[in-house]
C-alpha cells in the first residue's frame, strides 16, 4: 500500500510540470496564446519552433518513465507501474499548475509504452511518425498511435507476455489521449485541421480562455 501512496502522487506531479509553457516562455513565447493555446510538443512547434518542440517531446515523454523507473526500483507491483504512468499521463492532461488543463497526453502516453512494453511504444512510434509524415497532421498521427500502440499492449497482454493488468494503461491511457484531442477531430472531420508548416494563427480558444492557474513571469 505504501508505494501506491508515493508512487502515483510522483507520476501526476512529475507529468503535471508544464515543460511546454516553460520551454516558450524561455524562448520568449507563451505557447497559451498561440495557434491551439495547448502546452503541448506540437503547439511548441507551431508557436516557437521544432527543436524546441523536439526537447518539450522528449521532456514529456521522461514525465512517465522516471516515476515508472522509480516504481520499479522500489517495488515490485505491475499495478503500481501502470496506475503511476497513468497518473503521469492525467497529470499531463490535467495539471494543477495550469487550472487543470496542458497537453494533450501523446508524448506522456508514449513514454509509459516505452516503459511498460518496448513492443508497444515502439508500433506506436513508427504508426505516429509514419502518419505525421504522409500527412502532415499532428493530430491524425497521435491519435493512430494512440489506439494502435494501446491495442496492441492489450493484445499483448492477452497473450499472457505481459501482466494482464497493463491493459489497464492502455485502455486508459488511449481514452484520455482521445478525449483530449476532441477538438482536433472534429476539425479533421472538417477539413479545418492545420497541417505542419502553416501559418499560426493565436485562436479564438487561446485569444479568450487564458489559462488562469500559476501566473509565469512575462519577462520569463
Known sequence: MTGYLIFIPIGFLLGSVPFGLIAGKMSGVDVREHGSGNTGMANVIRSVNAPTGILVLLLDMTKCVIPVILARTFTDTPAIDVLTATAAIVGHSYSPFLKFNGGKGT???????????????????????????????????????????????????????????????????????????????RRLRLGQERKIGQQTKTSAKAATKRFKGLRWPRSV
Not at 494501446?150 to 486508459?172: D, E, K, Q
Open 107 to 185: 508524448a506522456t502516453g508514449w513514454g509509459g509504452l516505452l516503459i511498460l512494453s518496448p513492443i508497444s511504444g515502439i508500433v506506436a512510434g513508427v504508426i505516429g511518425v509514419g502518419t505525421i509524415l504522409l500527412t502532415r497532421y499532428v493530430s491524425l498521427g497521435s491519435i493512430l498511435s494512440a489506439v494502435l500502440g494501446s491495442s496492441c499492449l492489450v493484445a499483448l497482454t492477452l497473450i499472457g507476455t505481459h501482466p494482464i493488468i497493463y491493459a489497464l494503461y492502455g485502455i486508459i491511457g488511449s481514452t484520455v489521449i482521445i478525449a483530449r484531442h476532441r477538438d482536433n477531430i
